[in-house]
Structure formats: C-alpha cells, structure tokens
Nanobody, 112 residues
Framework: QVQLVESGGGLVQAGGSLRLSCAAS????????MGWYRQAPGKQREWVAT???????NYADSVKGRFTISRDNAKNTVYLQMNSLKPEDTAVYYC??????WGQGTQVTVSS
C-alpha cells in the first residue's frame, strides 16, 4: 500500500479556486482507481471525484463542471482543481488509492 499526503488546502473566498495535490509514496501506475472524498463538519464523508488508470473520470453532481480531477503517474500524484468554489464546498478533503490507502486530509474553507 502507498502512503498518501494531501496538500493545497486553505481559505478562499467564494468564487475562488484551489488546487489540491495528493502525493503517493510509491508508484500509482498499477492503481486503477484513485479519487477524492470530502467531509464537512457534522456530515458523513461524501464522494467527490474518481479517476481511473485509463483517465476516465466521474464527478459528484454537486461539483460537476467546477472540479477537475487528474493524475500524473510519472509524479505519483493526483490533483483536484477546484474552481467557482462555494461555501458548501467547505470540508476536509481526502484522497484515496484504490480505496485501500487514504491520506490524512487537507482543510478547504470557502468564505461567503
């Protein structure tokens, strides 16, 4: 299993953008599914986006058209570009590798 470390979170105003990174300790070439989840205070963790080794992507309806997931296998890193952020996007964002390895999370706070 790889270790994952997220970065790129922070405080941003509504309408702004952030780019999250998820760096793996080892190769992600053989990991078919990688993705992002998020958890807001008092709420359950919810799925945000997924990307396969072939580059296919899927998004939750709440972020479709605003967020873009990508992966760079050469850098063992998965990204989440978040545009047009809304206060309801405020949460701790977690990345996973094959649903087996999870990062520690990075806080995203969107002010209105």
């Amino acid at each position: 299993q790889v270790q994952l470390v997220e970065s790129g979170g922070g405080l941003v105003q509504a309408g702004g953008s952030l780019r999250l990174s998820c760096a793996a300790s080892g190769s992600i070439w053989g990991i078919n599914t990688m993705g992002w989840y998020r958890q807001a205070p008092g709420k359950q963790r919810e799925w945000v986006a997924t990307i396969t080794s072939g580059g296919s992507t899927n998004y939750a309806d709440s972020v479709k058209g605003r967020f873009t997931i990508s992966r760079d296998n050469a850098k063992n890193t998965v990204y989440l570009q978040m545009n047009s952020l809304k206060p309801e996007d405020t949460a701790v964002y977690y990345c996973h590798a094959g649903y087996r390895s999870w990062g520690q999370g990075t806080q995203v706070t969107v002010s209105s």
